[in-house]
């Protein structure tokens, strides 16, 4: 079992940022990758980006290309998002999630492809 805590969200200005966190504890030596994913009330949960957990390799949704930044802390066992230039349609409860071997660069952005998943973290951008 892994077992992740997300925090960081609150609510800010469009235009502003946000860096949210995800520590890792428990199984964590079986982890290949791990993602952010997001849900807006009424809407489908959406993947925002990737980073495999080994080489660093980094994934991301269209939406977010060249605003959020993942990264990965291993010796913090910890995974980031750094979202600038934050925008309404941003708002979402935002989640992180890790997956064992087995997910692909093909299914990075499934959501079934993942095992385990933090709580969520509210992120609100104001307009």
């Known amino acids: 079992q892994v077992q992740l805590v997300d925090s960081g969200g609150g609510l800010v200005q469009a235009g502003g940022s946000l860096r949210l966190s995800c520590v890792a504890s428990?199984?964590?030596?079986?982890?290949?990758?791990m993602g952010w994913f997001r849900q807006a009330p009424g809407k489908e949960r959406e993947f925002v980006a990737a980073?495999?957990?080994?080489?660093?390799?980094?994934y991301y949704a269209d939406s977010v290309k060249g605003r959020f930044t993942i990264a990965r802390d291993k010796a913090r066992n910890t995974v980031y998002l750094q979202m600038n230039s934050l925008k309404p349609e941003d708002t979402a409860v935002y989640y992180c999630a890790s997956a064992d071997p087995g997910i692909t660069r093909s299914t990075m952005a499934f959501a079934q492809e993942y095992d385990y998943w933090g709580q969520g973290t509210q992120v609100t951008v104001s307009s």
């Open positions: 980073i495999t957990w080994g080489a660093g390799t980094t």
């Open positions: 428990g199984r964590t030596f079986s982890t290949y990758a």
